[in-house]
C-alpha cells in the first residue's frame, strides 16, 4: 500500500486550497496519525503524531465524514484527555479512501467562534466540497499504486531475466533493442548501453530478412559470433512476440555451447557416478586390473579396454572417469557398432549446417564437442570402418575435430577410453583395422578377464545382483540356496556378468519366498550341468557353430515381439551392440 508521505507535496497543495478557499486550518494525518500537511497554527506539527484519541482517529477506524458542532460535548470528545484545554469550536473529518481502504483523513478545524459558525451554517456544501477534496487525494494515491505496480514488476521481471541460464533480449519488430540481461551484455561481450542498438548490426549471424518467416518460434539453432579477438558458438531460439495477430517484436535467447552441455549431462544423467567400489569383485586378476584402472584413471592417456561381452569395460571406462580430474565434466560414451557408418561419423563428430541433404538446420554438435575436457568412451572399436579410423587418428594426432561440412577445426581437450571384444591385433594382421590407430589407442591396455577364469567373484556379485534387482523388482528377496549357487558356479557365462544379471533377475521374478532356489534358475543353466556331465565323449561341435544356432533360435523364438530385438539379446546375455555385429559375422538376416 503507498503511503500518503509519498504524494505529501500534493497533499500540502490540497491542504493550502481547502484552508484559502475556506478559512479556517487544516490538517492532513495518514493511516498512522502522523500529519503529512498543516496550515496555520499546525504548519509547524508536520512529521508529529496526533492523539490515539482524537476525532481523526474515530474517522480512520469508522471511514466516516462527520462535524463536531460541540467540541467537548460531543460523544467522541469523551474519551480526549485534552478536552479540558481544547479551544476548538468545531471541527470536521472527512476520510481519504480508495478501494475499501483508508489513507488517511482530512480535518477542518475552527479556532474563532466566526469559523465555527461559518462551518455549522454550510454544513452540507462543506462536506460535498471535502469528499471531492478527498477524491482529488485519492486519484492521485490510486495514480501512485499503479506506477508503484509498474516499478516492482519491473524490478521483478529484471531479477527473474537476470537470474536466468540463458542469455536474452528483446527488440521491436525492426530489431531495435528494448530490454536485455546482464548475461547477454556478458556473453557477446558487449558494452553497458545497449538500447540505442540494433540486433541484426550486433548479431549478424541472425538474418534479418528471414524474420518475416518466423511463425511463432524459430527453435535451436546454432550460432558463431566472432569479434576481433572473441569467438562464441551457442545455440538460440527466436521468439516472436504477437499482439492481437500482428507481430510487435521479437525476444532472442542465447545460450552458449558448454552451458548447453553442462544442461545436456544434467537432464540425461550422463554424469552419474560410478567409482571403484562399484566394482564387485576381490579375485586376484580382478585386483590387478583395478589397480592397474586406479593408475590409469590419474593420467590423461588414451586407455584401449579389452574384454568379452559383458565383463564390465563400460563400467572401468565410467570409473576410470571419475576417478580423475576431469570427473566435474562429461562422460560420453558412444557404440561404434550399434550406428551405421555415415550416422556415426555425424555423431562423433557433428555437421554444420546445409552440410548434406537432409542436414538438420543449424547443424549438430559431435560427441567430441560434447565431452570436451571430459571423456569420450568408444565402445566396440573394433567395428568401427576404416575410414572413420582414418578420421579419429586425426583427432588423436591433431586434438581437433573437423566438422562434417565445416570450413574451421575445433580445438578439442578430450580423454579417450576405447573398448572392444575383438582381437585388434589380429584384425591389424588382417589389415581391418589401421595399425597407428591401434598403436595410438592401446597406450594404457586394459584386459577384463572372463568371468569364467575368476569364479571367485561369483558370490559376491551374485549377492551384490540380489540386493539390486530384489530393490529395483520390490520383492523381498534375501540370500540364495547352496546348490543353486552349485550350478551358478558350474555355468560357463560366456555372456558373463550381464549374463548373471538377467539369470538372477529372472530367478527373483520366478521366486515365491525370500530365497532362490535350484527350481527359480532358468532351464538353460540347470540345463548345462546336466549336459556338462552326460555328453562329455560327444563329437565336438565349433563354437560358432553353436554360437550362431543359438542366435538364429532366439531371433526366431521371439520375431513375433514388439521389442525382438531386446528379448534375443536378453535370452542371450549378450549386449544388443553385439547381437548385430555377430548377425554381421555369421551372415544371418
Ligand atoms: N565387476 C562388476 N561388478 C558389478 N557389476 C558389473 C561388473 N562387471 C559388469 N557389471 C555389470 O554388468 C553389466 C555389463 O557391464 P558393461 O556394460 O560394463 O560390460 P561391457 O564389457 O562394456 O559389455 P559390452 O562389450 O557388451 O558392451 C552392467 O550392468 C555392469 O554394471
Not at 568371468?451 to 528377496?477: G, H, Q, T
Request: proline share 2%; with cysteine.
Amino acid at each position: 500500500m503507498v503511503d500518503l508521505m509519498l504524494i505529501k507535496e500534493d497533499i500540502k497543495n490540497t491542504a493550502d486550497v481547502i484552508s484559502s478557499v475556506l478559512n479556517v486550518d487544516v490538517t492532513i494525518v495518514d493511516h498512522d496519525l502522523i500529519r503529512i500537511a498543516g496550515t496555520g497554527k499546525y504548519a509547524h506539527k508536520i512529521g508529529e503524531k496526533v492523539s490515539l484519541y482524537s476525532a481523526f482517529k474515530n474517522s480512520l477506524d469508522t471511514g466516516e465524514s462527520f462535524i463536531i458542532e460541540n467540541p467537548r460535548e460531543d460523544k467522541i470528545c469523551k474519551m480526549c484527555k485534552d478536552k479540558e484545554q481544547c479551544k476548538e469550536f468545531a471541527e470536521v473529518c472527512c476520510p481519504i479512501a480508495l478501494e475499501e481502504k483508508i489513507y488517511g483523513v482530512i480535518g477542518l478545524i475552527a479556532f474563532t467562534r466566526e469559523q465555527g459558525n461559518n462551518i455549522k451554517n454550510n454544513k452540507s456544501q462543506l462536506m460535498s466540497f471535502l469528499t471531492k477534496m478527498a477524491d482529488l487525494i485519492s486519484s492521485k494515491i490510486k495514480v501512485e499504486n499503479k506506477s508503484y505496480e509498474i516499478k516492482i514488476q519491473a524490478k521483478r521481471l529484471e531479477m527473474l531475466l537476470n537470474n536466468m541460464d540463458k542469455a536474452v533480449v528483446s527488440t521491436d519488430v525492426y530489431g531495435n533493442i528494448d530490454k536485455y540481461n546482464d548475461k547477454f551484455k556478458n556473453i557477446f561481450k558487449l558494452d553497458d548501453k545497449l538500447d540505442k542498438n540494433n540486433i541484426f548490426d550486433i548479431l549478424r549471424f541472425i538474418n534479418k530478412n528471414e524474420m518475416t518467416t518466423i511463425k511463432k518460434r524459430y527453435k535451436s539453432t546454432s550460432f558463431i559470433y566472432k569479434t576481433k579477438n572473441y569467438t562464441l558458438r551457442g545455440i538460440y531460439n527466436i521468439n516472436t512476440i504477437i499482439i492481437d495477430g500482428d507481430i510487435k517484436g521479437y525476444v532472442f535467447d542465447f545460450i552458449d555451447n558448454s552451458s548447453a552441455i553442462e544442461n545436456f549431462n544434467e537432464i540425461t544423467g550422463t554424469n552419474y557416478k560410478i567409482g571403484f567400489d562399484n566394482i564387485i569383485g576381490n579375485s586376484l586378476s580382478m585386483e590387478h586390473v583395478k589397480n592397474e584402472a586406479r593408475v590409469a584413471s590419474k593420467t590423461s592417456s588414451t586407455v584401449l579396454i579389452t574384454g568379452e561381452s559383458g565383463t564390465g569395460k563400460e563400467l572401468f571406462a565410467r570409473a576410470i572417469h571419475n576417478n580423475g580430474s576431469r570427473c566435474k565434466y562429461s562422460f560420453i560414451a558412444i557404440n561404434c557398432a550399434a550406428i551405421p557408418d555415415n550416422l556415426l561419423e555425424s555423431e562423433l563428430f557433428g555437421y554444420e549446417e546445409g552440410a548434406f541433404t537432409g542436414a538438420k538446420k543449424g547443424g549438430k554438435v559431435g560427441k567430441f564437442e560434447l565431452a570436451n575436457r571430459g571423456t569420450i568412451f568408444l565402445d566396440e572399436i573394433g567395428d568401427m570402418s576404416i575410414h572413420l579410423q582414418g578420421k579419429l587418428l586425426r583427432v588423436l594426432q591433431e586434438r581437433e575435430v573437423e566438422k562434417i561440412g565445416g570450413k574451421i577445426n575445433i580445438p578439442v581437450d578430450v580423454r579417450i577410453i576405447a573398448a572392444t571384444n575383438r582381437d585388434l591385433e589380429e584384425m591389424v594382421a588382417k589389415g581391418e583395422f589401421r595399425e597407428d590407430l591401434y598403436y595410438r589407442l592401446n597406450v594404457i591396455p586394459i584386459s577384463i578377464p572372463p568371468l569364467r577364469d575368476r569364479k571367485e567373484d561369483i558370490v559376491s556379485l551374485v549377492d551384490s545382483i540380489i540386493k539390486d534387482y530384489s530393490k529395483k523388482l520390490n520383492k523381498y528377496i534375501t540370500g540364495i540356496e547352496e546348490c543353486a549357487i552349485t550350478k551358478i558356479l558350474d555355468y560357463p557365462w560366456p555372456g558373463n556378468v550381464r549374463q548373471l544379471q538377467n539369470v538372477i533377475e529372472y530367478s527373483i521374478n520366478m521366486s515365491n519366498s525370500s530365497t532362490i532356489i535350484c527350481e527359480n534358475l532358468p532351464q538353460k543353466i540347470m540345463k548345462k550341468n546336466k549336459e556338462t556331465k552326460c555328453d562329455i565323449n560327444g563329437d565336438i561341435t565349433p563354437l560358432k557353430e553353436i554360437e550362431k544356432q543359438e542366435i538364429i533360435k532366439a531371433l526366431h523364438k521371439f520375431k513375433d515381439y514388439k521389442k525382438d530385438k531386446e528379448r534375443a539379446c536378453e535370452a542371450l546375455g549378450i549386449s544388443r551392440a553385439t547381437l548385430y555385429r555377430k548377425m554381421k559375422e555369421y551372415q544371418i538376416k
